[in-house]
Structure formats: structure tokens, C-alpha cells
Antibody, heavy 120, light 110 residues
């Protein structure tokens, strides 16, 4: 049974970096058949796909255009987890952040969600 | 990438059927079968109901079914039950090598 456990701060100051981690159990971050994604949800923007990392003979990343200049998603094979870093945050980045496992284009497993508030 | 368009709300009485539409473009739904649907009760993470347009994961009741025609995907809930009251979202892969979600639909059981 796959489980995703998120960790990270719930409060980030404007202009700083949002950092979250998603620990994987029951699967491998290096699996060559799935992808590991970050998604966020806010009342103003709804569900918004942020990006992914996945392994297909080498590591690959894809990011949403809306955050491409500020985002980084990285795997950590030693800890079987992956992380999200979002730089230069503003109050508009306030949202519930989810990590997800994507297989056949769908998210069968989600993290528990982390409410991140951007405020001084 | 603009969000996929869903009706804000649909409602039905217990036992009835309701259908939620999800309209995209030829750059997403119209080009790929990587369309999925999710149910989200308040305060919880979304739960996968349908993947690849019409496939149900194990454990999802067959009251939930999906289909696609052109740039529009649909989710039908047959035999509506009180426990089906939740928000529902569609999602599609796009030709920009990204994913896009729908605007969400609140299902109310009358």
C-alpha cells in the first residue's frame, strides 16, 4: 500500500522560500513507471498542478508555466522522498499543497495536504 | 493553461443520476485519454474515481462512470446517495507536457 507523508512549515514570510517534503512508503521514487507530482489548492485558484519529477533512465522534471521561474522539484533517493521548493513567495502562494503519485495520468495516492500561509 | 470548465453545481435526489461535464480544448481532453476524475469531501485530499476516461480503480462503486466526446469529458453518478455529496474535479494531461484540473463541481443530494 502506497503512502505519502508530507512535512514542512505552515507559515512562510513573503519573498522567502517555501519548502515541503513528501516521504514515500510502499513504492520507490526511482520507479520508472510513475511520476511524483506537487499540486496546490486555494479558493481563488482551485486545484493547480505545479510540477513533477520522474525517472526514465534519467531524472526528468516538468513545471507549470505559472511558477516555472520559481520552482524546483527534486528526488532524494537515499530517503525515498521528493521535495518542493518555491522561491520568492507572495500571499498569492497561500494554499493547501499536496504531493501525489501519478500513474496512467491519474493521482491514485495523495499526501495529507499542508496548509502553507504566506504572511509576515 | 486555462482550467477545464465544469458547472459550479449539480443536484439530484437520492436514486437519481447526475452528470458532470468537463470542457477543455484540442490541446488537452481532445488529444489525450489521460482524463481522470476525483471526489473531494470537505477538508480531505481528493480521491481518484476514474482514470483514462472511463476506468475505475478497485474499490470505486460502479455507480461512477466516465466518458469522453471531443473536447468534453463527463462523469455520471447513477443511483445518487447521500454520501456522494462532495466536490468533484476532472483532470487532463496537456500537449504542453503539463496537467490541468477542472474548476470543480459541488454535488448536492436533495
Amino acid at each position: 500500500q502506497v503512502q505519502l507523508q508530507q512535512s514542512g512549515p505552515g507559515l512562510v514570510k513573503p519573498s522567502q522560500t517555501l519548502s515541503l517534503t513528501c516521504a514515500i512508503s510502499g513504492d520507490s521514487v526511482s520507479s520508472n513507471s510513475v511520476g511524483w507530482h506537487w499540486i496546490r489548492q486555494s479558493p481563488s485558484r482551485g486545484l493547480e498542478w505545479l510540477g513533477r519529477t520522474y525517472y526514465r533512465s534519467k531524472w526528468n522534471n516538468d513545471y507549470a508555466v505559472s511558477v516555472k521561474s520559481r520552482i524546483s522539484i527534486n528526488p532524494d533517493t537515499s530517503k525515498n522522498q521528493f521535495s518542493l521548493q518555491l522561491n520568492s513567495v507572495t500571499p498569492e502562494d497561500t494554499a493547501v499543497y499536496y504531493c501525489g503519485r501519478n500513474s496512467y495520468g491519474a493521482y491514485g495516492y495523495w499526501g495529507q495536504g499542508t496548509l502553507v500561509t504566506v504572511s509576515s | 493553461q486555462s482550467a477545464l470548465t465544469q458547472p459550479p453545481s449539480v443536484s439530484g435526489s437520492p436514486g437519481q443520476s447526475v452528470t458532470i461535464s468537463c470542457t477543455g480544448t484540442s490541446s488537452d481532453i481532445g488529444s489525450y485519454n489521460r482524463v481522470s476524475w476525483y471526489q473531494q469531501p470537505p477538508g480531505t485530499a481528493p480521491k481518484l474515481l476514474i482514470y483514462e476516461v472511463s476506468n475505475r480503480p478497485s474499490g470505486v462503486p460502479d455507480r461512477f462512470s466516465g466518458s469522453k466526446s471531443g473536447n468534453t469529458a463527463s462523469l455520471t453518478i447513477s443511483g445518487l446517495q447521500a454520501e456522494d455529496e462532495a466536490d468533484y474535479y476532472c483532470c487532463s494531461y496537456t500537449n504542453s507536457i503539463t496537467y490541468v484540473f477542472g474548476t470543480g463541481t459541488k454535488v448536492t443530494v436533495l
